[in-house]
């Protein structure tokens, strides 16, 4: 059914749930959470929850193997808002039809948040295609804790940046984010390093337009990947790189699910052009659940979604130890890459979360880098030097995803699994031979991993054209590699970008008179094409039709051909000339 016809008898049937006073049995009763369901019948009549919809469908993200990040980072997006577009209107015009509040798609995760009552959620867990229903829950950013003594900069030295620094890889060129409770942008050894522009904040509660930080945490953070040398003291791993953030907290100190959620998705298209790569190389986050020994998935879906965009994630460990099994979401998740802390005898901190994974029974954590008592930028109360002694994984995180910045600065062709295996290849082993979940690998030693990246790799190439196995989607034939000539419609992905190009171009027609240009084109992906005319802009789906067009008027006369792009590739025809609304039946090559 279209959602135009989807529309015409939405009242009808919502009133008619509505009127009955839905209650938790029937159909739908498991597509909404334990949680939710016993906070709905504890409830007074008619008390609104604010709640996260996800839907069944999920976008086939399997084929999106392009190995140039930019080009895999705008496929990311424009394939996850395809599928949102398509799949999440009826959903979004039952919550409006049905009196929800503050309605917020999240097309990362391809749910939706809103805030609405007891038998309005009863009513929506009915509906086709919603997989489930759950509480938007709220939790506390994490409390820094001060120590008294420090040796500057013994952190920073620890995990070997300075010799990095040395081969004049300082992060120059990368950009960092945070998400955590906002940066002190006055503080001298940040003002410099913020990128700047309405692309490099996200307050998703709308409280601050620029950078602001009423907690410090998040100051702290960031102080620890960036920071320069202007209390006297280096005291960041990567001060050559620039700095994003997202203020996930709010200034109270709390954070919403959906807001967290509206965090990643900014993260990997902060501008929201996916033509224009704005996205950080990487981002650390420095916060997660209170519980311990608890697995949440919560956010499994964006850690996934981020690192198939090229965007390296780290989380700190938690603060729960010593015992074992003290690991926390999403730290634990299976794509996380989480952080414990050591001191300045590479001893592991007693507050030092431990595992094994309560989500897959790994290793946990991942490896360990220096974060107890550690130097770092403090709120600079308008750009006063202030600085603080700090301890909790929160602050081993930084250090990794600093020394991340500086690798990927170093080795641009790096992917994010290339950097977390040159990381934990290279550790330096601590506490009981080999791996355990007390220091997960080991602790971070950045001149090692350059050494592991910097190693010439052996060099496979079975089919004998030019490029490796791993690069080229099929190794077993010379016609198939990146960049290879498409032939349209035969079935073969020949270029690798994960697709068989399939575009028609159905009509190119010039009209002289009008000064317009109209084309006309269709693909075996239908909507999920994104097509474009190459110069002008996006094209429209007629689903209907079946076909993508464009209208192009005041054209600036007749280009004589055109190209047609989209997440295949592209094709190009010659424009024919004509009357009013041109000549029908353009060719095509």
């Known amino acids: 059914m279209s959602v135009t016809g989807w529309r015409c008898w939405l009242p009808a049937i919502l009133t008619g749930l509505l009127i009955g006073g839905m209650s938790g049995a029937g159909a739908g009763a498991q597509t909404v959470t334990p949680e939710l369901r016993q906070a709905m019948q504890s409830a007074t009549p008619g008390e609104e929850f604010a709640v996260i919809v996800t839907l069944a469908d999920e976008p086939d993200l399997g084929s999106l193997r392009a190995r140039d990040k930019r080009t895999r980072r705008s496929l990311v997006v424009e394939t996850l808002r395809a599928h949102a577009e398509r799949y999440q209107p009826p959903v979004i015009d039952f919550l409006h039809a049905a009196g929800a509040r503050n309605v917020r798609p999240l097309w990362i995760v391809n749910g939706i948040a809103a805030t609405l009552n007891g038998a309005a959620i009863d009513a929506l867990a009915k509906q086709f295609g919603v997989a489930d229903i759950r509480i938007d829950q709220a939790f506390s950013a994490p409390v820094t804790s001060l120590a008294t003594t420090a040796l500057p900069e013994w ?12 081969y004049g890889a300082t992060g120059q060129g990368v950009v960092l984010a945070n998400m955590d409770t906002g940066v002190d942008a006055s503080h001298p050894d940040l003002a410099t390093r913020w990128r700047g522009g309405t692309n490099s904040w996200f307050d998703p509660y709308r409280q601050h337009d620029t950078p602001y930080d009423a907690n410090g945490h998040g100051t702290q953070t960031m102080g620890l990947m960036v920071g320069g040398d202007a209390g006297g ?11 994003i953030a997202v203020k996930i907290f709010d200034d109270s100190g709390l954070a919403y699910t959906s807001q967290v959620h509206q965090g990643f998705q900014w993260l990997v298209d902060p501008d929201g052009d996916p033509a224009t790569d704005d996205a950080p190389d990487v981002v650390n986050n420095s916060w997660g659940y209170d519980t311990a020994g608890a697995c949440v998935l919560e956010f499994q879906p964006d850690i996934e979604m981020l690192k198939l965009a090229g965007i390296a994630v780290v989380f700190s460990a938690g603060n729960s130890g010593p015992a074992g099994s003290t690991d926390v979401s999403p730290a634990n998740n299976p794509s996380s890459f989480a952080a414990g802390a050591v001191d300045d005898s590479m001893t592991v901190g007693g507050f030092s979360s431990r595992g094994p994974s309560a989500c897959d029974g790994t290793l946990f954590p991942e490896m360990v880098a220096p974060g107890v008592a550690v130097e770092t930028a403090d709120l600079s109360f308008g750009g006063f030097g202030f600085y603080a002694n700090v301890s909790g994984t929160s602050f081993a995180a930084p250090h990794i995803a600093g020394g991340m910045a500086l690798l990927s600065g170093a080795f641009p062709g790096a992917s994010v699994a290339d950097l977390e295996s040159a990381l934990r290849d290279s550790a330096i082993d601590l506490g009981a031979a080999g791996p355990d979940n007390e220091y997960g690998h080991g602790l971070i030693d950045l001149a090692a991993a350059y050494d592991v990246l910097n190693s010439p790799l052996p060099f496979f190439d079975a089919d004998g054209d030019g490029y490796a196995a791993g690069e080229d989607c099929n190794d077993s034939d010379a016609t198939v590699y990146p960049g290879a000539p498409e032939i349209k419609h035969d079935g073969i992905d020949q270029d690798c970008n994960g697709y068989d190009l399939t575009i028609d171009i159905v009509k190119a027609a010039y009209d002289a008179r009008n000064d317009r240009i109209t084309v006309e084109a269709t693909s075996t992906l239908g909507a999920d094409a994104v097509l474009g005319l190459s110069g002008y802009g996006a094209m429209s789906w007629n689903g209907r039709k079946r076909k993508w067009a464009i209208v192009v008027d005041s054209a600036g006369g007749n280009p004589g051909s055109v190209q047609v792009a989209g997440r295949e590739g592209a ?7 004509g009357g009013a609304g041109g000549s029908k039946g353009g060719r095509k090559k």
């Open 571 to 577: 094709v190009s025809g010659l424009l024919t000339e």
């Open 155 to 166: 952190n920073v030295a620890m995990v070997n940046a300075p010799v990095l620094w040395s």
């Open 233 to 243: 003291t280096a005291i960041g791993v990567a001060p050559g790189a620039t700095w």
